[in-house]
């Protein structure tokens, strides 16, 4: 944690980051240059998937589909790793992520633009509402992400008669916590406002903290999905949806709240 307080819109709020170790980095610099109080504690761990072996056949014939979907982030750090160790993706492959942020990270591992990616919603409906999305009957898709999620996105293209596969190229682990240490944060009022960017990360904590010291507590969260699975958790504090999954959006969010 930072005990350094600024100057600055978020002045004083301490804020529980949730991200993954090596993914908290930015948004604990945006609180901190805001005035904010980041409080780091990844609920996850990302790993490359179990049996990357068994994609090998796919990854080998990336020339037989049309389009290539990213998840997330990891997808793209994962998956691009993949395809570059067996060549590259074809040029006759278009790419789609599902926010942002993942579409950003395309661009840098492969100096490429994504060829779609929702404006607004960045969500898997986001994604299905694209126009180039709505007729893919015979096409051949690929989604690359972790080895467990919604089924909404290869459902959906399915039923409009696209040939699709998972591309299952990391995994999410509960990491090691310390839950002792946030129980007594929690309880010594040391965070203000929780936030929380993936179901896995949401039930991971409820394995931690038991469920009513966390009831009345804030969260900001990524997704309308999130603030549901909170609600029926018996969450009745403050429920932030920021519009945007990134860094920058989640700060805005912080930011506009504050000033309330």
Same mark, same amino acid.
């Given at each position: ?89 074809? !040029? ?89 240490? !946030? ?42 999905? !999130? ?23 989640? !700060? ?9």
């Amino acid at each position: 944690m930072h005990n350094d307080q600024q100057t600055g819109p978020l002045q004083g709020l301490k804020v529980m980051i949730t991200r993954p170790e090596h993914q908290a980095g930015e948004l604990e610099r945006h609180i901190a240059d805001a005035g904010g109080i980041p409080y780091i504690y990844p609920l996850l761990s990302i790993q490359p998937a179990a049996e990357l072996q068994t994609l090998a056949p796919i990854l080998n014939h990336l020339d037989h589909y049309q389009l290539a979907i990213f998840i997330s982030p990891n997808a793209v750090t994962f998956g691009m790793e993949l395809i570059h160790a067996h060549g590259g993706l074809p !040029l006759t492959m278009r790419t789609a992520t599902v926010g942002q942020g993942s579409a950003r990270l395309f661009r840098e591992v492969s100096g490429e633009q994504v060829d779609y990616c929702p404006v607004t919603d960045f969500s898997s409906e986001g994604l299905l509402a694209l126009p180039a999305l709505q007729q893919v009957r015979g096409q051949r898709i690929l989604i690359f992400r972790g080895q467990s999620g919604r089924g909404k996105l290869a459902d959906s293209l399915r039923e409009r008669g696209a040939d699709v596969h998972y591309m299952p190229v990391y995994q999410r682990q509960p990491a090691k916590c310390d839950a002792g240490q !946030l129980r007594d944060a929690i309880r010594q009022k040391k965070i203000d406002i929780i936030s929380l960017t993936s179901p896995d990360a949401l039930n991971h904590l409820f394995s931690l903290v038991e469920a009513e010291r966390l009831t009345a507590m804030p969260f900001i969260v990524i997704n309308a999905r !999130l603030a549901r699975c909170l609600q029926e958790r018996g969450v009745t504090g403050e429920m932030i949806v920021s519009p945007q999954a990134s860094d920058a959006g989640i !700060l805005e969010t912080l930011q506009q709240w504050r000033n309330q």
